[in-house]
C-alpha cells in the first residue's frame, strides 16, 4: 500500500542554518504530496502543497519539490528561525483523497 | 484557523466509558476524516465521510464509530474506553473528493481526550 517515509528525528540546528528533511514516498498512480507542520500545543497546519511531478510547493521560506523519478518531496529553508521549531510531517493523498497517509513526523528544534 | 472546529479541547474520562467528539467541518467541505494521533501510533487514519456516507475505512476499533449528518458535522463515538485510547483526536476537512488537481485536506485543533 501507499506509504510515506521521513527522516527520523530530533533534528536540533542553530538559527540561521539550511535545513533538509528528507521525505520519499511510495504510491500506485499520481498522488497530491503534502508537507504539514504542527507546533507545540497545537493541530495541524498545511505548510505547502504540490499535485503533480516537477511542481514546487513554496511557503514561510519553505519549500518542497515533487520529483517523481525519485519519489522524493524533501522540505528544506535556506534559513530556519527559533520560530520554525515544531514537527513537520510529510503527507501523501490520491487523487480522490479517500485518505491521507502520514509519515512519521520529524521533530525540529532550532537552538537561538 | 483551519476553519474545521472540534469540541471539546480536552476530556478526562474514566476506563470502561464512553465519549462523543463533534466536529463542524470548514464551509462547504463535503468530506470529513477522522485521525488518532498517540506517543507511539503517531497519525493513524481511521474513518472518512463524504456527504454523509462512510467512504473509506482505517484503522478504527470496532469500540469506535462515527457518522457525518445532514448538516455535514461529523462525531467520533469511542465506547469501552481504555487507557490506551488516551490521544489527541483530529478532525479535517476537504472539498469535493474526485476533483483532478488533488484536494488539501484542513485539519481541527484537536481533542485531547486522556483516560484514566
Known amino acids: 500500500g501507499d506509504s510515506v517515509t521521513q527522516m527520523e528525528g530530533p533534528v536540533t540546528l542553530s538559527e540561521e542554518a539550511f535545513l533538509t528533511i528528507n521525505c520519499t514516498y511510495t504510491?500506485?498512480?499520481?498522488?497530491?504530496l503534502f508537507w504539514y507542520v504542527q507546533y507545540p500545543g497545537e493541530g495541524l497546519q498545511l505548510l505547502l502543497k504540490a499535485t503533480k511531478a516537477d511542481d514546487k510547493g513554496s511557503n514561510k521560506g519553505f519549500e518542497a519539490t515533487y520529483r517523481k523519478e525519485t519519489t522524493s518531496f524533501h522540505l528544506e529553508k535556506g534559513s530556519v528561525q527559533v520560530s520554525d521549531s515544531a514537527v513537520y510531517f510529510c503527507?501523501?493523498?490520491?487523487?480522490?483523497?479517500?485518505?491521507?497517509?502520514f509519515g512519521s513526523g520529524t521533530r525540529l528544534s532550532i537552538r537561538p | 484557523d483551519s476553519g474545521v472546529t472540534q469540541t471539546p479541547k480536552h476530556l478526562i474520562t474514566a476506563t470502561g466509558q464512553r465519549v462523543t467528539l463533534r466536529c463542524s467541518p470548514r464551509?462547504?467541505?463535503?468530506?470529513v476524516y477522522w485521525y488518532q494521533q498517540s506517543l507511539d501510533q503517531g497519525l493513524q487514519f481511521l474513518i472518512q465521510?463524504?456527504?454523509?456516507?462512510?467512504?473509506a475505512k482505517g484503522n478504527i476499533l470496532e469500540r469506535f464509530s462515527a457518522q457525518q449528518f445532514p448538516d455535514l458535522h461529523s462525531e467520533l463515538n469511542l465506547s469501552s474506553l481504555e487507557l490506551g485510547d488516551s490521544a489527541l483526536y483530529f478532525c479535517?476537512?476537504?472539498?469535493?473528493?474526485?476533483?483532478?488537481?488533488?484536494?488539501?485536506?484542513?485539519f481541527g485543533e484537536g481533542s485531547w481526550l486522556t483516560v484514566v
Open positions: 504510491a500506485t498512480g499520481y498522488p497530491s
Open positions: 465521510y463524504y456527504n454523509g456516507e462512510e467512504r
Open positions: 464551509s462547504g467541505d463535503l468530506s
Open positions: 503527507a501523501l493523498s490520491d487523487k480522490s483523497a479517500s485518505k491521507i497517509i
Open positions: 479535517a476537512s476537504s472539498a469535493v473528493t474526485g476533483s483532478v488537481s488533488g484536494n488539501t485536506i484542513y
